[in-house]
């Protein structure tokens, strides 16, 4: 299995997973023509994609649905309550184009294992403030639990702990670093939305979400969704390093930070 960050952040989000001759998205957050140039730069491209798997109905995770609606005949994989969200804002401008998006949706619920080519995916809730919002962990039929992706959440769950407990390799949030949210550029109700238990995970949370994750299984990490007014990849690192010092597994775990808008290769297993 490869994984490959193609975008991480509030302006998109878009994360490719291969297995064998399957390849599939975590989230299309960016335009279409973005992200086609971004499958392309590493031998990808729309056509070799087997479906798309959607956390939440976020512009950031689904703005290029329109376009992969109209160009591709891509199965889209998300919760029911997300579906009826998206395709209750296509409907009110236009409903045939709502329909084409009903026909594509597979919906998935938490807790069950669903197959897309060859990869085996199962979602598990995440408390964000959108309709519903879901983490995935991804494998094959050989193995199960290659890779989890927790990229939206506003606290650390009982659901989250346990799906990224049997994971080698996670994707986590690591949002931001409360003193610079504090004293940066967003008005008060924003921060405050950010920091909610339905917002997204500071450093701090982020690295004790790892310190969890590490007592399990966990090999490699790669922190995602970082804001760029309101953290440092530095900072977000430093949190992580911090956590795994404390348990002595500084040695024992990978941890890297997702690029905004640039390919970056996290997981390569045969």
Do not use: W
Not at 33 to 42: D, F, N, Y
Not at 69 to 92: G, M, N, V, W
Not at 143 to 157: K, R, Y
Not at 205 to 210: I, R
Request: hydrophobic letters at 40%.
């Amino acid at each position: 299995m490869t994984v490959t960050s193609l975008f991480s952040g509030s302006s998109g989000n878009a994360i490719l997973v291969r297995a064998g001759n399957c390849a599939a998205l975590v989230d299309a957050g960016v335009s279409f023509s973005r992200l086609t140039q971004a499958l392309r730069s590493i031998g990808e491209s729309p056509e070799t994609l087997s479906g798309i798997l959607i956390t939440h109905e976020h512009s950031d995770h689904i703005a290029a649905l329109p376009q992969i609606i109209k160009h591709t005949d891509l199965p889209l994989f998300l919760s029911r309550e997300s579906a009826y969200e998206i395709y209750s804002q296509f409907s009110r401008r236009d409903e045939a184009f709502a329909a084409r998006f009903a026909s594509r949706v597979r919906t998935v619920e938490a807790g069950k294992s669903y197959a897309c080519g060859e990869l085996v995916f199962s979602p598990f809730s995440l408390p964000h403030d959108s309709v519903c919002c879901y983490g995935y962990t991804i494998g094959t039929e050989q193995n199960e639990t290659i890779l989890g992706v927790a990229t939206d959440l506003g606290q650390m769950t009982v659901q989250a702990r346990r799906a990224l407990a049997g994971c080698e390799n996670v994707i986590l949030e690591s949002n931001h670093d409360p003193e610079l949210l504090k004293n940066g550029p967003y008005p008060r109700v924003l921060q405050d939305r950010i920091r909610s238990p339905y917002g997204h995970l500071s450093n701090q949370d982020s690295a004790a979400l790892l310190q969890a994750a590490v007592r399990m299984r966990v090999k490699n990490a790669l922190l995602f969704h970082l804001s760029r007014e309101n953290n440092r990849p530095e900072l977000a690192l430093s949190c992580a390093a911090e956590a795994l010092c404390a348990l002595g597994a500084q040695n024992d775990v990978r941890v890297s930070v997702a690029a905004p808008d640039t390919p970056c290769f996290f997981v390569t297993e045969s």
